[in-house]
């Protein structure tokens, strides 16, 4: 129980301390990656792979939101 109170605070603190433009995607995805991947076993890894794949994810939607506002006479 006291490893899991301390990596709560740990995670609280890191989450604190990051930037917001930083973590877009990442806190979402380290969420659901990591229930995911304690139900497996690996909850560690699954936040890990959450995170990337979050922040990959709301990467490529704001490249395609910034796509879309374009004028049609400056789109190719």
């Known amino acids: 129980m006291k490893w899991i109170f301390a990596s709560v605070c ?3 603190i890191a989450l604190a301390s990051c930037g ?4 877009k995607g ?3 995805g380290a ?3 990591g229930v995911a991947g304690h ?3 690996h909850g560690k890894l699954g936040a890990a792979a ?4 979050g922040h990959h994810e709301a990467k490529k939607t ?3 939101r910034t796509h879309s506002q374009q ?3 400056e789109q190719k």
């Open 10 to 12: 740990i995670a609280a």
């Open 20 to 23: 917001a433009a930083e973590a």
């Open 26 to 28: 990442c806190i979402k």
């Open 31 to 33: 969420v659901v990656g």
């Open 39 to 41: 139900m497996m076993g």
């Open 50 to 53: 959450g995170c990337a794949i």
């Open 62 to 64: 704001e490249v395609n």
């Open 71 to 73: 004028s049609p006479s």
